[in-house]
Nanobody, 115 residues
Framework: QVQLVESGGGLVQPGGSLRLSCAAS????????MGWYRQAPGKQRELVAT???????NYADSVKGRFTISGDNAKKTAYLQMNSLKPEDTAVYYC?????????WGQGTQVTVSS
């Protein structure tokens, strides 16, 4: 069984920063990629950023230059540093872990950007 534990969400003012963490545990023998998606109310879930085990990184255009994803393969942990946050970044952020056989999703963590 695989578990993903997310942390770091919360309420922040526009221009502020937050750091999300996602730690995977359980029967993960081969990790392909980790990443983050988000879903705002009334909208579809969208890609935020992903990082593969070889270090290839992909960002959504809306977060380039503001968000930074990093990962620790040995710890099966991914981080998302979010700077210069905007109200439109408000969403539930979901961690995803991809293995050769399937993907696993975290329970989500709320990020609210508001003054």
């Amino acid at each position: 069984q695989v578990q993903l534990v997310e942390s770091g969400g919360g309420l922040v003012q526009p221009g502020g920063s937050l750091r999300l963490s996602c730690a995977a545990s359980g029967s993960i023998f081969s990790l392909y990629a980790m990443g983050w998606y988000r879903q705002a109310p009334g909208k579809q879930r969208e890609l935020v950023a992903t990082i593969t085990s070889s270090g290839t990184i992909n960002y959504a255009d809306s977060v380039k230059g503001r968000f930074t994803i990093s990962g620790d393969n040995a710890k099966k942990t991914a981080y998302l540093q979010m700077n210069s946050l905007k109200p439109e970044d408000t969403a539930v952020y979901y961690c995803i872990v991809s293995t050769p056989s399937r993907a696993y999703w975290g329970q989500g963590t709320q990020v609210t950007v508001s003054s």
